[in-house]
């Protein structure tokens, strides 16, 4: 994490996107057993990994906001349990945070409407929200990814 920021640091934003993509592709790889051993702590992780992912990746890096972005990775990777807990937050009654604010996995939120639909044919609005969380659960927002599935299990549950 330490030479993507140097590399950040002297401007050098390719290098340190080429280089930042190394610890994604192992995170993504890791990412079962690691949210399974502490889901709260890879939720701080990987939302830190996900703004640092972005401001390397936009047409034109913006110096202040690639360091910024790696400077809450960096704190994020030393310090992943948040000291502040505080309300789940709900979209139509469903929950998409943890305790400690953090998205819910993308990936259980889908898998959830999927089990709620138990092999059935799903409305068309709601295949429509299924399709945009894949699709936003698959760019690395859960937050948006979420609200569209909670969206998607409360037209299910009504």
């Avoid at 996900?50 to 310090?79: C, E, H, I, N, Y």
């Avoid at 044919?121 to 969380?133: F, I, M, R």
């Amino acid at each position: 994490m330490s030479d993507t920021q140097t590399l950040a640091k002297k401007g050098e934003f390719t290098a340190a996107e080429k280089r930042i993509t190394d610890l994604e592709t192992l995170w993504d790889k890791n990412a079962a057993k690691l949210r399974k051993a502490d889901p709260s702590a890879w939720g701080v992780i990987d939302g830190a990994a996900d703004k640092a992912f972005a401001a390397l990746r936009t047409k034109s890096p913006d110096a202040k906001s690639v360091m910024q972005s790696l400077d809450g990775l960096q704190t994020a990777l030393a310090d992943p349990v948040p000291s502040e807990v505080g309300a789940v937050q709900k979209v139509a009654g469903i929950a998409v945070t943890d305790k400690t604010g953090h998205a819910l996995p993308c990936e259980a939120m889908i898998r959830q409407v999927r089990d709620t639909l138990g092999g059935k044919t799903a409305p068309q609005a709601v295949s429509d929200l299924q399709a945009k969380a894949l699709e936003r659960c698959n760019a690395d927002d859960d937050t948006r990814a979420d609200a569209f599935s909670a969206q998607a299990l409360a037209m299910l549950n009504n």
